[in-house]
T-cell receptor
């Protein structure tokens, strides 16, 4: 089955700097890759996603890149703000509509 | 985006009692819902997959008689923790995937904190 790894597990950046979180997956058939942000005590929120027919997708300060050959995808946050501090989860699935396999999460801290 | 509502957000129950958590898709029909358990500072652990009108599929190690899941309609799934014990205290989260406007991925509920005393 699919296995998703995520690095780093924790990340601290200064406000205004960029943050990059990388995930690798094992199933070459995976074709959908969402990213979720989870604030303390709340459920995860979808922030951006990418499908396998696209190499990059951007939404304001957030972007995701996908390298299908290398089987990795990354979340990029530019001009970080303190409110970006949260746990970020990546996920992958080859069977759209079924459960996603989640990475272990990255705790991002944006220092003012 | 689509909205998934979970209720209650926090619940405290006595050991030995049962507690029910509801998960509703508010603006789309959810043919499939998922229930997760999350321990502090850990990732999401899938407990079961709930399909409308059929029995839930439980992950290995999850007791189906203890964690009863019902998905009676396209907008509601419930998780009942039976004979709760303190070790069942955790953060429970549901998510939903469904066909329809705005629902083309998995959306999560707000989560429910269960404390068993």
């Amino acid at each position: 089955g699919e296995n998703v790894e995520q690095h780093p597990s924790t990340l601290s950046v200064q406000e205004g700097d960029s943050a990059v979180i990388k995930c690798t997956y094992s199933d070459s058939a995976s074709n959908y890759f969402p990213w979720y942000k989870q604030e303390l005590g709340k459920g995860p929120q979808l922030i951006i996603d990418i499908r396998s027919n696209v190499g990059e997708k951007k939404d304001q300060r957030i972007a995701v890149t996908l390298n299908k050959t290398a089987k990795h995808f990354s979340l990029h946050i530019t001009e970080t703000q303190p409110e970006d501090s949260a746990v970020y989860f990546c996920a992958a699935t080859a069977n759209y509509g079924q459960n996603f396999v989640f990475g272990p999460g990255t705790r991002l801290s944006v220092l003012p | 985006g689509a909205v998934v509502s979970q209720h209650p957000s926090r619940v405290i129950c006595k050991s030995g009692t049962s507690v029910k958590i509801e998960c509703r898709s508010l603006d789309f029909q959810a043919t499939t819902m998922f229930w997760y358990r999350q321990f502090p500072k850990q990732s999401l652990m899938l407990m079961a997959t709930s399909n409308e009108g059929s029995k839930a599929t439980y992950e290995q190690g999850v007791e189906k008689d203890k964690f009863l899941i019902n998905h009676a309609s396209l907008t509601l799934s419930t998780l009942t923790v039976t004979s709760a014990h303190p070790e069942d205290s955790s953060f429970y989260i549901c998510s939903a995937f469904g066909a329809g406007q705005g629902a083309n991925t998995i959306y999560f509920g707000e989560g429910s904190w269960l404390t068993v005393v």
